[in-house]
């Protein structure tokens, strides 16, 4: 029976995520303080790692509950903590400071800052996929592709790319059930520069995207709909959350079911 297995938030868009055993899922069918925060440029366009793989270098620890990030600059000795919701003022200046330009924080605690804005449900991986594409890239863990990938919940008791039936058709909907959530299943993520880096040193793995692409091809399971592959560097399941959802939890050791596709 597949089964929610990891559910990682990431309060702030392109720095560390957090793994909860459960999460709560908002009106417009976010997860609560997932991507909550981000900075941006004096233009207003963001700061993240597909701009500047530089942010891979800062570490971070938050504390949900308390609403605080622990930030570590690469050569100093010391995290500093800052509060989210009390001292982004200082945390900017910090991260100006460390990049070298003028950056503020924005926040959005309904919606937050997802890469694709139709679709702002959780994504969706499993943790076979996982390990199948880790080991196309000798060197690589199961944990880093994970940091690489950067889903949100992620589904084992089933075979590598079993997610792949939770998309059809452009247009169409697969809807399944994560426990009583309910969830639309949209199109296959397409990835970006940041899972070719490494996630702590930000080091390119040399002809990443060339190699996944090809072993993608390779290994797409035949009963996949593919006509959302215009290319194959794509991973993980997008998703969009009715608001009737709103208020409910997802939970480690939810059971999931595929109910139907719908237009």
């Known amino acids: 029976m597949p089964y929610l297995a990891k559910i990682l938030i990431y309060p702030m868009k392109s720095l560390d995520g957090v793994e909860v055993v459960q999460a709560e899922v908002l009106s417009s069918g976010a997860l609560k303080c997932d991507r909550e925060f981000a900075l941006v440029d004096e233009q207003g366009k963001f700061v993240n790692g597909k701009r500047y793989a530089k942010i891979h270098l800062l570490r971070s620890q938050f504390n949900i509950s308390n609403r605080t990030i622990s930030l570590k600059i690469p050569n100093q000795d010391l995290p500093r903590v800052f509060h989210l919701d009390t001292e982004q003022e200082a945390l900017a200046a910090i991260l100006s400071e460390f990049f070298g330009f003028s950056l503020t924080i924005v926040q959005n605690p309904l919606v937050g800052f997802p890469d694709d804005t139709d679709s702002s449900g959780p994504t969706v991986i499993s943790t076979a996929t996982l390990t199948e594409v880790a080991s196309w890239f000798p060197g690589v863990s199961v944990n880093e592709m994970r940091r690489r990938i950067r889903a949100n919940i992620e589904i084992a008791g089933v ?76 991973l993980s399941v997008n998703t969009r959350l009715p608001i009737s959802e709103s208020g409910k939890l997802l939970q480690i050791g939810d059971e999931i079911e595929i109910i139907s596709e719908i237009n």
């Open 159 to 234: 075979p590598a790319f079993w997610e792949d039936q939770l998309f059809s058709e452009p247009g169409k909907f697969v809807s399944f059930r994560v426990g009583d959530v309910l969830l639309f299943g949209v199109n296959p993520c397409q990835r970006c520069i940041v899972p070719t880096r490494h996630p702590d040193s930000a080091a390119a793995y040399s002809n990443f995207q060339k190699i996944f692409i090809k072993q993608r091809q390779a290994t797409l399971p035949e009963w996949v709909n593919s006509s959302h592959f215009n290319h194959f560097y794509r």
